[in-house]
């Protein structure tokens, strides 16, 4: 069964950067476009960026863009989500998830089902 493995979160400063990677076993990110989403305590998820598996096009939410850029590699089955001058806002658990490749836009929306999805990641950022 397919499985998406989040790491590289943790505990960092404002203004500074933090990189997280998002592993795929057992599935082939070709066919899917995959993203991040993160959620803080007390707020609704939020998409935050997505790549396509078909033609590596990348979509931000539009408050974001700018500040986190996302990049993938598919023949080593991995997403990264790099964010640079983080602020406290950005503390939230991050996971990342495949949906079949209708497009970033489709994804980002959050219209229909995700069939990957990973455990998420904890990034906490300190004034």
């Known amino acids: 069964e397919g499985r998406l493995v989040e790491s590289g979160g943790g505990l960092v400063q404002t203004g500074g950067s933090l990189r997280l990677s998002c592993v795929a076993s057992?599935?082939?990110?070709?066919?899917?476009?995959t993203g991040w989403f993160r959620q803080a305590p007390g707020k609704e998820r939020e998409a935050v960026a997505c790549i396509s598996g078909v033609d590596g096009t990348t979509e931000y939410a539009p408050s974001l863009k700018g500040r986190f850029t996302i990049s993938s590699d598919n023949a080593k089955g991995t997403v990264w989500l790099q964010g640079n001058g983080l602020k406290t806002d950005d503390t939230a658990v991050y996971s990342c998830?495949?949906?079949?490749?209708?497009?970033?836009?489709?994804?980002?929306?959050?219209?229909?089902?995700?069939?990957?999805w990973g455990q998420g990641t904890q990034v906490t950022v300190s004034s």
């Open positions: 998830a495949a949906q079949l490749d209708y497009g970033c836009e489709n994804w980002l929306s959050q219209r229909g089902k995700y069939e990957y």
């Open positions: 057992e599935f082939v990110l070709d066919d899917y476009a």
